[in-house]
């Protein structure tokens, strides 16, 4: 088995006070001094499914007192954009001592007009994602738009003429599984035959989870004592309603395992807590259908979560 730690993606920020794009001249007067955010998406490490296609970004003025909505925007990247590790884009925003930033990235097409419609910072902690909104039955595979993630990040300063960097941490709201499978020295062979016998169950997942739970990185989650009120979002807490998904083996040849590990299958489950010492809320995986000299065997073993690593013991 193999540990998996889950790619983090950075957005690199300069924000610079300049005219406004999208409100300029006389209008200025109520809009209140305009600046803009430069915004370039980096994605670091990423698999394909990890490319960035969407991107909304919500602002809130006076994050901390009493937040009020200054944008909420959905950039959809051209067919030349996409599969791209690199996204740049211009924010015109209002300037404010304590700006909060929240990025959502490839968000499922069935929550863009609930989306669209928050205008307070509750609204988007309380928005849960459906797995099949994102991902096949199985789990395995995202849809087209891609593995949603999301960012938040506070106490953003934009002043006139005054230009500042800053940079939010961007995850996954799934966590993903890896299974990988290697051969003891012993044994003479181990394979995973093409019949529907070779099969891995995924049980205890969830089916849906939380949009936007901030970060570790950027001191938006899991904070205790005076840094609480930057916590943004919250974690499922899962007690009822498990599912269980299954990947089947489709290969055309047998797949024969080797001394060095091999990746078998990969699933997606929303980001959750658990009581580690609780059996009934693990994840499990059950791997059935592999052939050995000793004949057709199996084993069954937990995922542990911790600090968005997902280790297959």
């Known amino acids: 088995m193999k540990s998996n730690v889950l790619h ?3 957005i690199m920020f300069s924000l610079v006070a300049c005219i406004g794009e999208r409100s300029t001249g006389d209008g200025d007067e109520f809009l209140g001094t305009r600046g803009k955010i430069d915004v370039e998406i980096l994605v670091r490490e990423a698999d394909e499914h990890d490319f960035v296609r969407t991107v909304r970004f919500v602002v809130f003025d006076d994050a901390s ?3 009020t909505l200054d944008i909420n925007e959905l950039v959809t990247l051209g067919e030349g954009e996409r599969d791209a590790t690199r996204f740049k884009t211009t924010l015109d925003v209002k300037t404010n001592p ?9 968000e499922p097409q069935v929550m863009t007009n609930t989306l669209d419609a928050v205008i307070f910072p509750e609204q988007l902690e309380e928005i849960l994602f459906q797995m099949n909104d994102a991902f096949g039955f199985d789990h395995v595979q995202p849809l087209m738009s891609g593995i949603p993630m999301s960012g938040v990040k506070r106490k953003i300063v934009v002043e006139k ?3 500042a960097n800053e940079v939010i941490t961007i995850e996954r709201v799934v966590a993903r599984v890896e299974l990988w499978l290697k051969k003891a020295d012993e044994i ?3 394979r995973l035959s093409t019949s529907m016998n070779s099969r891995v169950f995924l049980e205890n997942t969830y089916g849906r989870g939380y949009l ?3 970060t570790e990185t950027d001191r938006t989650r899991f904070q205790t004592g005076l840094d609480i009120e930057n916590n943004f979002g919250y974690m499922q807490i899962p007690s009822s309603g498990f599912e269980h998904v299954v990947w089947n083996y489709r290969g055309v040849n047998v797949l024969e395992l080797s ?6 299958c990969v699933f997606y489950t929303p980001e959750r807590t658990y009581e580690v010492s609780d059996d009934r809320n693990k994840l499990f995986l059950d ?4 052939t050995s000299p000793d004949g057709e065997t199996g084993s069954r073993t937990y995922a542990f979560r911790k600090y968005h690593k997902i280790a297959n013991h």
């Open 98 to 106: 304590d700006k909060m930033l929240v990025v959502i990235v490839n």
């Open 287 to 290: 791997i059935r259908g592999i």
């Open 8 to 10: 983090i993606i950075w």
């Open 65 to 67: 007192v009493t937040p």
């Open 212 to 214: 936007v739970t901030g």
């Open 161 to 163: 003429n005054v230009s």
């Open 259 to 264: 001394n060095s590990p091999q990746l078998i």
């Open 188 to 190: 003479v062979f181990a």
